[in-house]
T-cell receptor, first 115, second 112 residues
Framework: GAGVSQSPSNKVTEKGKDVELRCDPI?????LYWYRQSLGQGLEFLIY????????KSGLPSDRFSAERTGGSVSTLTIQRTQQEDSAVYLC?????????????FGDGTRLSIL | KQEVTQIPAALSVPEGENLVLNCSFT??????LQWFRQDPGKGLTSLLL?????REQTSGRLNASLDKSSGRSTLYIAASQPGDSATYLC???????????FGRGTSLIVHP
């Protein structure tokens, strides 16, 4: 069966450009998370979606970051006016629902490099 | 605020050894704890999920235990193999939040 799919797998762009990262969760999973993983750092939570509820955006580092989830499925993370410190691996995870007995399943991430 | 620490940060062992990886957390009011492995250039693969009411979970050569009162979990790997080489992370969910807190991981190398 299909797991969590992220695209692109790699993205290189110039400072100041906007980028869009895509996540396709496992079919039927209502909870979706975005994380950032920088070299030598742990996973940094960015944003969490659960069904039709308002997303938890408490982890977004600045107003240059935004995310949406259309139709309760595919999610897009947008970074505007990229900076070099945005370079990292962006990971998406989904789980069946928001109850605490469901494991998270991760995609392989998008490696973002800002020149 | 929950803090999760993993010790050791790195470990190199010969094939065949039994291993213990440690994960400690500061707030014992947790819902669950999940262990993952991450291979280079890949995402996280779920290994075991322990609910707060459970003491341990087993899958093949892996056994994870949970002691909430002391704020600790251990991942035991029996008869390690080179294919076990990866970074192992633990994540704790609790405190009324659905957002897990991750440790920084233990980088494991099993050499033939």
């Amino acid at each position: 069966g299909a797991g969590v799919s992220q695209s692109p797998s790699n993205k290189v762009t110039e400072k100041g450009k906007d980028v869009e990262l895509r996540c396709d969760p496992i079919s039927g999973h209502t909870a979706l998370y975005w994380y950032r993983q920088s070299l030598g750092q742990g996973l940094e939570f960015l944003i969490y979606f659960q069904g039709n509820s308002a997303p938890d955006k408490s982890g977004l580092p600045s107003d240059r970051f935004s995310a949406e989830r259309t139709g309760g499925s595919v999610s897009t993370l947008t970074i505007q006016r990229t900076q070099q410190e945005d370079s990292a691996v962006y990971l998406c995870a989904s789980s069946l629902d928001a109850t605490n007995n469901q494991p998270q399943h991760f995609g392989d991430g998008t490696r973002l490099s800002i020149l | 605020k929950q803090e999760v620490t993993q010790i050791p940060a790195a470990l190199s062992v010969p094939e065949g050894e039994n291993l213990v990886l440690n994960c400690s957390f500061t707030d014992s009011a947790i819902y669950n704890l999940q262990w993952f492995r991450q291979d280079p250039g890949k995402g996280l693969t779920s290994l075991l999920l322990i609910q707060s009411s459970q003491r341990e979970q087993t899958s093949g050569r892996l056994n994870a235990s949970l002691d909430k009162s002391s704020g600790r979990s251990t991942l035991y790997i029996a008869a390690s193999q080179p294919g076990d080489s990866a970074t192992y992370l633990c994540a704790v969910r609790g405190g009324g939040s659905y957002i897990p807190t991750f440790g920084r991981g233990t980088s494991l190398i099993v050499h033939p």
